[in-house]
């Protein structure tokens, strides 16, 4: 059964930082693509990082040069590290994994206040 654990969401002044972390269980982790998604109130659900197995990463241009996803293979988690936040950048993160089907965690929400 997999599983996917959200944690380190809340609430930060414009320009703070926050880091995000998924705990993932119930797949061979180090084999899978690992991402984080967004999804802000009123607004589709959009894509912020991959990291691969490898550990090559993409993001969204939205957070390129702001945020910077990473893995820790020994500890199955996958974290986000979020600098200069904006407003516009609040929203509830889900951590998400393709393993034969999407699993999706339940997701932590960050509000970044003006």
């Known amino acids: 059964q997999v599983q996917l654990v959200e944690s380190g969401g809340g609430l930060v002044q414009a320009g703070g930082s926050l880091r995000l972390s998924c705990e993932a269980s119930?797949?061979?982790?180090?084999?899978?693509?690992m991402n984080w998604y967004r999804q802000a109130p009123g607004k589709q659900r959009e894509l912020v990082a991959v990291?691969?197995?490898?550990?090559?990463?993409n993001y969204a241009e939205s957070v390129k040069g702001r945020f910077t996803i990473s893995r820790d293979n020994a500890k199955q988690t996958v974290t986000l590290q979020m600098n200069s936040l904006k407003p516009e950048d609040t929203a509830v993160y889900y951590c998400?994994?393709?393993?034969?089907?999407?699993?999706w965690g339940k997701g932590t929400l960050v509000t970044v206040s003006s």
């Open positions: 998400n994994v393709f393993f034969e089907i999407n699993y």
């Open positions: 119930g797949i061979i982790f180090s084999i899978n693509a």
């Open positions: 990291i691969t197995s490898g550990g090559s990463t």
